[in-house]
T-cell receptor
């Protein structure tokens, strides 16, 4: 069974204070690992897809990295508008299966 | 593109009533997914379709839940009869045509917040 564990559950940062969110996963062959951002009352918003260990992707203040067992979402000099819940999900390479298994998320609060 | 469209955005109903949630996927996407999100269980996949055909419904909690996709631009999730424990936010998501066994991201709608009293 595919499993995704995110830590910490909640993180409070001061504006400009860089940090990282962790996503540990167990999957029988990884097709892709996804990061999403979810604001209150809205649906998850796609951020990144990572396909293989060693891969990195960046978008503004966010950088996602991938190893064989975990992924990190690094936030550099965050701003209050980065406050949201960040979700990690995996898609297994299992035949034609396309479902995602999500972690429980990290709720990030950036204080001005 | 308007993105994934869901209706209604909010639904309040009494226990025992039938509830129908609606979804219009992004044009050109051939996968459609229904999820449920609660504080206790997070985001859970209920069912997904490929080219309007249900592929995996193992996440549907019980026979009270059913989903259909009569055409490429419309899907429904029905709960009959509804119960208070069905209260949650229900999301619909769609994904690209998948020609090369690659992982394509899913795009989510705004969700329907269902409250069953």
């Amino acid at each position: 069974e595919d499993q995704v564990t995110q830590s910490p559950e909640a993180l409070r940062l001061q504006e400009g204070e860089s940090s990282s969110l962790n996503c540990s996963y167990t999957v029988s062959g990884l097709r892709g690992l996804f990061w999403y951002r979810q604001d209150p009352g809205k649906g998850p918003e796609f951020l990144f897809t990572l396909y293989s260990a060693g891969e990195e992707k960046e978008k503004e203040r966010l950088k996602a990295t991938l190893t064989k067992k975990e992924s990190f979402l690094h936030i550099t000099a965050p701003k209050p508008e980065d406050s949201a819940t960040y979700l990690c999900a995996v898609q297994a390479r299992r035949g034609s299966a396309r479902q995602l298994t999500f972690g429980s998320g990290t709720q990030l609060t950036v204080l001005p | 593109d308007a993105g994934v469209i869901q209706s209604p955005r909010h639904e309040v109903t009494e226990m025992g009533q039938e509830v129908t949630l609606r979804c219009k996927p992004i044009s050109g996407h051939d996968y459609l997914f229904w999820y449920r999100q609660t504080m206790m269980r997070g985001l859970e996949l209920l069912i997904y379709f490929n080219n309007n055909v249900p592929i995996d419904d193992s996440g549907m909690p019980e026979d009270r839940f059913s989903a259909k996709m009569p055409n490429a631009s419309f899907s429904t999730l029905k709960i009959q009869p509804s119960e208070p424990r069905d209260s949650a936010v229900y999301f619909c998501a769609s994904s690209f045509r998948d020609d090369r066994d690659q992982a394509y991201e899913q795009y989510f709608g705004p969700g329907t917040r269902l409250t069953v009293t």
